[in-house]
């Protein structure tokens, strides 16, 4: 199951009107979103006008989305109040901290009932999350095995949140890289790690542990999780 599909089945079920995409890059997971109003945050769109045109004849929801050329940091610290969003997909850098940061914004910007989708929780493989600062940056660590595939570590955010937001709801859908699901809630699995552990923590920790660590369900989960939101 693609990302794609997983946000739309989330807005469908909850009639979402707003939604909110951090790391739109070439607009593969934005552009398909069918939603009344959608809003799009990068600070180097890589999709060329034609096919922005070409999307809104595809979907017409594109004709009134939002396309705000900065980083999220600025975004959110924008001194112009930002309506609050029903769901979220954050795919912006792959880093630890800046995928907390955008988690932690988003949320102060979500509905009561909003769900937040995370992209690249579960790497396919240890070179795939290779902590680094950029895309470039980890090409450039030439790390053995690398195939081009990076998810960097935000499955560490995945690993805080569950050891330090008892308010909130956090697992992992096993699929597309692996797919966090982020709402408010009481959370069904504690995890306490504390954050120096983390901090030390490396995938190789987590390739034994990845049901515990990152509250991992099978895709079919969503399905489960679509009724009771």
Known sequence: M???????????????????????????????????????????????????????????????AEYIDATSDAFFASAQPIEKFDVAFIDGLHTYEQSLQDVLNTLDNLNQNGVIVMHDCKPPHVPAACPAPSLQ????????????IWCGDVWKTICHLRSNRKDLRVFVLDCDFGLGIVMKGKSDIDLNLTKAAIDAMTYDDVVDSKENLLNLKDENYLFEFLESI
């Open 137 to 148: 940056a980890a090409i450039d660590l030439n790390v053995p095995g690398w195939d081009g």
């Open 2 to 64: 693609l990302r794609t599909d997983v946000i739309q089945k989330i807005i469908d079920k909850k009639k979402a009107t707003r939604y909110l995409e951090i790391g739109v890059n070439n607009g593969d997971s934005f552009f398909p979103i069918e939603i009344a109003h959608k809003v799009g945050v990068d600070p180097s769109f890589a999709f060329s006008p034609e096919r922005k045109i070409e999307w809104v004849s595809k979907n017409p929801c594109n004709g009134t």
